[in-house]
């Protein structure tokens, strides 16, 4: 793929959730679900990029247990995923959700020979195998997302929007549960595991707040919190993968926030680049003072944040910094909201983001901006 261009990939649902694909091998891989309110219509369509010719090759699978609003893939199996679903039942005329644990039968997408090109492109949407399906606690309870445990294979965590709870995979029972504090009940909207601090400490999104829980305790206080990380509503968060004090927060305010929640009155380094909501932000695996962001202002915007992310020379000087803080580029093939940006778990210079109209756009961080960075 030329670093200039990107490569679109179109769906014909809507669709607000991605996630790359984790293993092994160097393959990027995204999974994209779709958001189709018609019945047995929902699928996940598995995208891979060929890097040698910039060509696309995909499988799609069915998913008949409702639209997708949120998406991960298992970083301890890379055939196995978890999605966080609505479906409606025309029996009680009720919507109910649910966190459902599927197996891919193979994790291969690339044909290989044109024989194998033939049947896949005369293929329908193949099965997968469900594993596991969690209900909430309550049945009228909205899920915002669940998330894998960094290390513990038989752990998630579910925010739904009035509690984060820590879930046995085999049991379904809630191992840690917390629920909001005061006479305001501010819902949860979204979480992540610290993959510092031994991973046992998950941050949940409380309204316009970051509130984090211990989850070795029963106890519901938070161990730490970021009151007012935002002036508006807080959309996601995620921790700085190389600084175990630092991470990145965004919401309805168009503001890109970095924190150290040591000391989380002000933010270390802010941004308001997009000019609406934004949606989602996540650091680069490698590269921390990349950050990719996506907004309801139809854009993705590829961000340095090289001042907060500085290391000591041996003198105990500042080194010079690599990249200028800001926009180092800003991608606009979409047409509607970017609801999600991820980095390749294999390549860390390729990228994805998605839109609401079933756009996802592939894309590399610019030659120049790499080479400041590895030089």
């Given at each position: 793929?030329?670093?200039?261009?990107?490569?679109i990939y179109?769906?014909?649902?809507?669709?607000?959730?991605?996630?790359?694909q984790?293993?092994?091998?160097?393959?990027?891989?995204?999974?994209?679900?779709?958001?189709?309110?018609?019945?047995?219509?929902?699928?996940?369509?598995?995208?891979?990029?060929?890097?040698?010719?910039?060509a696309?090759?995909?499988?799609?699978?069915?998913?008949?247990?409702?639209?997708?609003?949120?998406?991960?893939?298992?970083?301890h199996?890379?055939?196995?995923?978890?999605?966080t679903?609505?479906?409606?039942?025309?029996?009680?005329?009720?919507?109910?959700?649910?966190?459902?644990?599927?197996?891919?039968?193979?994790?291969?997408?690339?044909?290989?020979?044109?024989?194998?090109l033939?049947?896949i492109?005369?293929?329908?949407?193949?099965?997968?195998?469900?594993?596991?399906?969690?209900?909430p606690?309550?049945?009228?309870?909205?899920?915002?997302c669940?998330?894998?445990?960094?290390?513990?294979?038989?752990?998630?965590?579910?925010?739904?929007?009035?509690?984060?709870?820590?879930?046995?995979?085999?049991?379904?029972?809630?191992?840690?549960?917390?629920s909001?504090?005061?006479?305001?009940?501010?819902k949860?909207?979204?979480?992540?595991w610290?993959?510092?601090?031994?991973?046992?400490?998950?941050?949940?999104?409380?309204?316009?707040?970051?509130?984090?829980?211990?989850?070795?305790?029963?106890?519901?206080?938070?161990?730490?919190?970021?009151?007012?990380?935002?002036?508006?509503?807080?959309?996601?968060?995620?921790?700085?993968?190389?600084?175990?004090?630092?991470?990145?927060?965004?919401?309805?305010?168009?503001?890109?926030?970095?924190?150290?929640?040591?000391?989380?009155?002000?933010?270390?380094?802010?941004?308001?680049?997009?000019?609406?909501?934004?949606?989602?932000?996540?650091?680069?695996?490698?590269?921390?003072?990349?950050?990719l962001?996506?907004?309801?202002?139809?854009r993705?915007?590829?961000?340095?944040?090289?001042s907060?992310?500085?290391?000591?020379?041996?003198?105990?000087?500042?080194?010079s910094?690599?990249?200028?803080?800001?926009?180092?580029?800003?991608?606009?093939?979409h047409?509607?909201?970017?609801?999600?940006?991820?980095?390749?778990?294999?390549?860390?210079?390729t990228?994805?983001?998605?839109?609401?109209?079933?756009?996802?756009?592939?894309?590399?961080?610019?030659?120049?901006?790499?080479?400041?960075?590895?030089?």
């Amino acid at each position: 793929m030329d670093e200039g261009n990107s490569i679109i990939y179109g769906l014909e649902h809507q669709t607000r959730a991605l996630s790359p694909q984790y293993g092994e091998n160097d393959a990027i891989r995204f999974l994209i679900g779709t958001q189709s309110l018609k019945p047995n219509a929902n699928q996940v369509h598995v995208v891979e990029l060929e890097e040698d010719t910039g060509a696309l090759h995909t499988k799609v699978f069915k998913h008949d247990v409702g639209e997708i609003w949120y998406l991960r893939c298992s970083p301890h199996d890379a055939a196995t995923l978890m999605t966080t679903h609505n479906s409606y039942d025309p029996a009680t005329s009720q919507c109910t959700m649910g966190v459902s644990i599927l197996k891919l039968p193979t994790v291969e997408v690339i044909p290989k020979d044109l024989e194998d090109l033939s049947a896949i492109q005369g293929r329908n949407a193949e099965d997968m195998t469900l594993l596991k399906t969690l209900s909430p606690e309550k049945p009228e309870e909205v899920l915002r997302c669940a998330e894998w445990h960094p290390t513990d294979e038989s752990r998630i965590s579910i925010v739904c929007e009035n509690i984060v709870s820590i879930r046995d995979i085999e049991t379904g029972a809630s191992v840690v549960s917390a629920s909001p504090e005061g006479r305001a009940h501010l819902k949860y909207t979204n979480g992540k595991w610290n993959p510092h601090q031994g991973q046992c400490q998950f941050a949940a999104l409380q309204d316009t707040h970051v509130k984090c829980y211990d989850t070795r305790s029963d106890s519901t206080k938070p161990v730490w919190s970021v009151d007012s990380a935002h002036s508006q509503l807080a959309r996601d968060l995620d921790f700085n993968p190389n600084r175990q004090f630092q991470l990145a927060t965004v919401g309805d305010d168009a503001a890109l926030n970095i924190w150290d929640f040591r000391k989380g009155k002000e933010p270390i380094f802010t941004r308001t680049d997009h000019s609406h909501w934004v949606w989602t932000v996540r650091y680069n695996t490698y590269h921390e003072q990349l950050l990719l962001t996506g907004s309801s202002d139809a854009r993705a915007l590829l961000t340095a944040a090289a001042s907060v992310c500085r290391d000591l020379s041996d003198d105990g000087e500042k080194r010079s910094d690599t990249l200028e803080d800001g926009v180092l580029q800003s991608y606009e093939q979409h047409e509607d909201s970017v609801y999600c940006a991820e980095w390749s778990a294999a390549d860390p210079w390729t990228f994805a983001s998605l839109s609401y109209d079933g756009r996802l756009v592939l894309s590399r961080v610019p030659r120049h901006f790499k080479y400041k960075i590895l030089l």
